[in-house]
């Protein structure tokens, strides 16, 4: 079984935020200690898949999983990143230990834009479920159709600026 191995700089505490960098997103879990982290993978996921926890944008349940860090980072990269201690307080690491362990084994209601992995880790640290690889998308989105609307609206205003002046 692979053993997970930390730079002492980079030891993460109980109840870090852990940032797994996957091809076009992020998979989060959060450190119980003894190099696990609890996360959520699809039920048909098995240990260390990877890339292949895509999969969970495809289905609506996924498991409360309990791994080795390491097993579940896999090759990719991974950080510590408790990025939003400066706008919610933390519940104590030991309580939110506790909490994600009472969930490890159940099948829980996964919806890409409400319920992933990173509402899952949020709501376990901060009592708060948000998600801003969510928020980041839908104001892309919101960016891009105001940007596409304008231009058929110029598109538009020129046609008929054209056939006005004919």
């Keep these: 079984?692979?053993?997970?191995?930390?730079?002492l700089q980079d030891r993460p505490k109980l109840g870090d935020l852990i940032e797994i960098f996957r091809i076009g997103y992020q998979h989060w879990a959060i450190y119980v200690g003894g190099g696990y982290v609890?996360?959520?993978?699809?039920?048909?996921?098995f240990a260390g898949a990877g890339a292949a926890?895509?999969?969970?944008?495809?289905?609506?349940?996924?498991?409360?999983k309990k791994e080795l860090l390491s097993v579940v980072v896999g090759r990719d990269r991974y950080?510590?990143?408790n990025k939003h201690d400066d706008r919610y307080f933390p519940l104590p690491p030991r309580k939110i230990v506790q909490q994600a362990e009472k969930l490890v084994g159940r099948e829980v209601v996964y919806q890409l834009t409400s319920r992933n992995c990173e509402h899952f880790v949020n709501e376990l640290r901060y009592g708060v479920a948000c998600s801003d690889q969510v928020s980041d998308a839908v104001a892309t989105v919101g960016a891009v159709g105001v940007g596409l609307a304008a231009v058929g609206l110029i598109a538009l205003l020129v046609t008929r600026n054209r056939r006005q002046q004919q």
């Design 79 to 81: 950080r510590i990143n």
């Design 1 to 7: 079984m692979p053993v997970s191995v930390f730079l």
């Design 53 to 64: 926890s895509v999969m969970s944008a495809l289905m609506d349940k996924a498991i409360v």
């Design 38 to 45: 609890i996360h959520l993978a699809p039920p048909s996921e």
